[in-house]
């Protein structure tokens, strides 16, 4: 049987999910346990957001992929299954609201002690200490790009302080080489930065001694941003507190020391896990799809040359 003219896209959701699609393509939702018989028509491919090696394997063997969009922001994870000549997508703005929603729940929590405050209520204590705010504090956000810019937005209205970093300096943004003039200010710190070859190990020892004592680490990057062990001795030491949305390594073994540390909150990796996730997703699909069907510039392009 003749291959159809018009271009397969495969979804990991069903395509009446997205509302009005654009004309010209052919829609088939796919279980990545139970691939359809025809890779070999597929030009567009939505991966899953629980990404697998199995999920990237399989690129390799659809001959007409020309663009893979992914339902993550970080893509280091991914690269290096997509095939030469595929364009690669991330996706950015599907997760800032919700990953900026819980970097602003473990800050609150962190300060105002809500893990005791669950500890104490499973065994019916009542211990109403003095606690600390998030207004006039200086929040310094390590990686600011559109999540860093939703986090300051929610900063903002707690009343603190916000100081912006990133990779290099422009209007208003200092650079990643100014962190240890600016951490000893800072009262929290969230690492919102790339998991890259250039930030893996960022916050080792030696970067961690430059924050203040008392001073709060958010990571909401990635695991290895930060020097496991390391952190494990600023935190037995008391003299910093951590909240991390990510590990080294992870998923975190049930016998791993940081399971017991002090002054830590920890959260699965679910900063993008929330009901805010869908709909931004069905609609940063959604607009890819009008882009591929009518050739426009795709968004978010990582790699390739569409």
Not at 20 to 27: A, H, K, M, T, V
Not at 62 to 74: F, Y
Not at 190 to 214: C, S, Y
Request: glycine content about 8%; overall charge negative; proline content about 8%.
């Amino acid at each position: 049987m003749a291959m159809s003219t018009e271009p397969l896209v495969w979804l990991p959701f069903e395509p009446e999910l997205l509302g009005e699609l654009p004309s010209g393509l052919r829609y088939q939702h796919i279980d990545p346990d139970d691939l359809p018989d025809t890779g070999d028509e597929v030009e567009l491919y939505v991966l899953p957001y629980r990404f697998r090696p199995a999920d990237g394997e399989v690129l390799a063997r659809l001959p007409r992929l020309k663009v893979v969009q992914t339902m993550s922001a970080g893509v280091e994870h991914i690269q290096r299954f997509v095939p030469d000549g595929v364009v690669l997508c991330n996706g950015r703005g599907i997760h800032d609201t919700s990953t900026a929603e819980l970097a602003l729940t473990l800050i609150l929590s962190s300060l105002r002690g809500v893990p005791e405050f669950v500890r104490d209520q499973d065994r019916a204590r009542w211990n109403p200490e003095l606690r600390e705010s998030l207004a006039d504090k200086q929040v310094l956000i390590v990686g600011y790009g559109q999540i860093g810019e939703a986090i300051e937005k929610r900063a903002l209205t707690f009343e603190a302080e916000v100081v912006r970093v990133a990779r290099s300096a422009r209007d208003g943004v200092h650079a990643i080489g100014d962190l240890p003039q600016l951490l000893p200010a800072a009262d929290v710190v969230v690492l919102i930065v790339p998991g890259t070859a250039e930030t893996t190990g960022l916050f080792d020892a030696e970067m961690l001694r430059h924050l203040k004592d008392g001073a709060l680490l958010v990571n909401m990057a990635r695991g290895p941003v930060v020097h496991t062990d390391a952190l494990l001795a600023e935190l037995e030491s008391g003299r910093i507190n951590a909240a991390l949305d990510v590990v080294d390594p992870e998923p975190l073994p049930s016998d791993h020391p940081l399971w017991r540390a002090p002054h830590l909150l920890i959260a699965p990796h679910v900063g993008g896990n929330s009901t805010a996730m869908e709909p931004r997703a069905h609609r940063l699909v959604r607009e890819q799809l009008h882009r591929f069907a009518t050739g426009e510039p795709l968004a978010n392009m990582m790699s390739g040359d569409y």
